[in-house]
Every structure is written in C-alpha cells, then in structure tokens.
C-alpha cells in the first residue's frame, strides 16, 4: 500500500511558477514508477509527466514540454513537479500516482495510487 500526499498548489500570475510536491509512505517508493496528472473543470484527467523508478526516463505531454520538469528523490520517497512560464490553461487540480514497476506509464488506468490533489490556478 502505497499513500500519495500532494503539496504546493496556490494561485500564481501567468507567466509565474509553482513547485509541486508529492511525498509518499513506505519504504518500496523506488520500486514505483510515478506520475503527474491534472485535471481541469470539466474535463478529463489528463497526464502531465511521468517518470521511471530511476528517474532516467521521462515523458511528458507536449503541452508542457520546455516549461514544465518532473524528478524524483527516492531517499526522500518525493516526487517533484516544477511548473515554469505558467498559462492560465495550466489551471486544474494537480494529482500524483504511482505504478507498481520501473517502466513509467501514460495512461491514468494503469496507476495503482493517487493522491487527493493539489489546485493550481493561474491568474491571466
């Protein structure tokens, strides 16, 4: 069993940043691939970035591609997320999920955990 618990939402100006933080329980959080999702009103959850056990590998959704860097610090079971050069397109609620495995994923039905989420809004 694995406990998710998001951090450092706020409300930030476009063109601002925000470092989003996701400290897990247990002491497997390296056997887990990790991954952040976010979801806007009326939407559908959506990935952001996804990282492997290492943090070697990375993926991230073209949107947030060259703003956006997801890492990860096994010794601290933290998963990170810095947000640069916001938009207000960015604004939803931020979830980190975890899948049991190396390899990360893209496809939120694979994840095994989730937080409760952590609201971004970015004002324009």
């Known amino acids: 069993q694995v406990q998710l618990v998001e951090s450092g939402g706020g409300l930030v100006q476009a063109g601002g940043s925000l470092r989003l933080s996701c400290a897990a329980s247990g002491r497997t959080f390296s056997t887990y691939a990790m991954g952040w999702f976010r979801q806007a009103p009326g939407k559908e959850r959506e990935i952001v970035a996804a990282i492997n056990w290492s943090g070697g590998s990375r993926y991230y959704v073209d949107s947030v591609k060259g703003r956006f860097t997801i890492s990860r610090n096994n010794g601290k079971n933290t998963v990170y997320l810095q947000m640069n050069s916001l938009r207000s397109e960015d604004t939803a609620v931020y979830y980190c999920?975890?899948?049991?495995?190396?390899?990360?994923?893209?496809?939120?039905?694979?994840?095994?955990?989730w937080g409760q989420g952590t609201h971004v809004t970015v004002s324009s």
């Open positions: 999920a975890a899948v049991y495995g190396s390899g990360y994923r893209y496809n939120r039905y694979e994840y095994d955990y």
